[in-house]
Every structure is written in structure tokens, then in C-alpha cells.
């Protein structure tokens, strides 16, 4: 057998393997790997074959919307120079605590590479914390695009955003239960650790203000 016969084996064996696809389900997910191929994606059958089953499995994608996302995973990994199956796993699962559809991916790479290139905050960092602090930032009303702005500027700031995040929790927990003293300590204490990202600061204090006032 040929070479080229022996990589596309080693795909459908992939593809086979990450998803239990059998018969036509197969076939056509062997052709999102030839498909992809012709389009100039730099990498080896077998290891499309992975990208595909792994992009088939954590996003459900199928047809031309796959080979569209193992295009933009392709070129992600080789930009950030981080492993392909690593983003896909870190990304699908930071997408899906934000609840982002699969037509929002190439989005919200933009925005990870922008402010990872801007502040020097890796990405697998990022995607980290994204992942971590989803239900953090959610109680502060802050959208995923806010979050990546406010990570931005920890890092710029020398602040470790673990700590910030840590700091974030405790001031929501004291805003969510005790005394009106304890809530306003809250506040304060969370209002210190966004102080330096204007962008949302304005935003919280109205939000907690309003709060108090109801409770």
C-alpha cells in the first residue's frame, strides 16, 4: 500500500477511535479530512483525523462547518503554539461554561491571541481562568469579552489573576450574605481589585449600589 493510503488508515483508525463512527457517519468524516487536506491544512491525514474527531465529539460540529473549525484550529495552534487537541479541550470547554455557540469560535480566538499578544498573558492562562471565574464574572454582569479585558489588564498590572479572582469570590461572598456593613465591605473589596480596569468599574458600582439599596 502507498504512503497516502497508509495516513488515510491511520485517519479513519482516528476517527474510528474518538467517535465510534461507522459507515456513512465515517465516510463523511473522512472526507472532512481529504476536504481539508485540499484546502492546504499542514498536517499529516492521521493527524486530521484526530483534529476532526476531536472537533466532531466536543463541538458536534459535521460537513462544512467542521472543516471550517479545523482550519481555525490549525491556524490558532501554530499562532499561540499551543498543542491542537490542548485547545480544542481547553476551548470547547471554556465555550461551553460561557454557553458560546461553534459559529462564535474564530471570535473569540481573535480575542484570546489579541489580548494574549497585548498583555503577555498566555493563553493557556487565559483559558484558565475564563474557565475558573465564569460564574465569578457572571455575578458581576461582565461578558466573556470583558473578562479577557479585565485578565488583559491583571496581567499588565503585575496582579496575579488567581489572586484577583480569589479576591473577586470573597467579595461576593461577603456581599451575598450578612449585614448591610458587611455587603458595602463587599463591595469595596471587590470595587479595590477592578479599580484599574475602567471598562467595567462603573458598571459594578452601579450594579452593587442598586443591590444594597434592596436589601
Do not use: C, H, P
Not at 45 to 54: C, K, N, P
Request: glycine share 8%; proline share 0%; charged share 25%.
Amino acid at each position: 500500500a502507498s504512503e497516502a493510503t497508509k495516513e488515510f488508515a491511520k485517519a479513519n483508525s482516528a476517527i474510528v477511535k474518538g467517535t465510534g463512527a461507522t459507515g456513512s457517519a465515517l465516510a463523511e468524516l473522512s472526507n472532512n479530512v481529504r476536504n481539508a487536506m485540499r484546502e492546504g491544512v499542514g498536517r499529516s491525514a492521521s493527524e486530521l483525523g484526530e483534529m476532526v474527531a476531536d472537533l466532531n465529539t466536543r463541538f458536534g460540529a459535521t460537513g462544512k462547518e467542521l472543516e471550517k473549525l479545523v482550519d481555525e484550529f490549525d491556524q490558532f495552534s501554530d499562532v499561540t503554539g499551543v498543542d491542537t487537541k490542548q485547545s480544542i479541550e481547553s476551548l470547547a470547554d471554556v465555550m461551553a461554561k460561557w454557553n458560546i455557540s461553534a459559529t462564535e469560535t474564530d471570535d473569540l480566538m481573535d480575542q484570546l491571541v489579541y489580548a494574549s499578544q497585548a498583555s503577555g498573558l498566555g493563553v493557556n492562562e487565559l483559558m484558565s481562568s475564563l474557565k475558573s471565574g465564569q460564574s465569578t464574572f457572571d455575578a458581576f454582569g461582565m461578558s466573556i469579552t470583558e473578562s479577557i479585558g479585565f485578565l488583559s489588564q491583571l496581567k499588565t498590572q503585575g496582579i496575579d489573576s488567581a489572586s484577583a479572582l480569589s479576591a473577586l469570590k470573597i467579595g461576593m461572598a461577603k456581599f451575598s450574605s450578612g449585614t448591610k456593613n458587611r455587603r458595602t465591605s463587599g463591595v469595596k473589596s471587590s470595587y479595590s481589585v477592578m479599580r484599574k480596569y475602567t471598562g467595567v468599574r462603573k458598571s459594578i458600582t452601579r450594579k452593587f449600589t442598586i443591590l444594597i439599596s434592596l436589601k
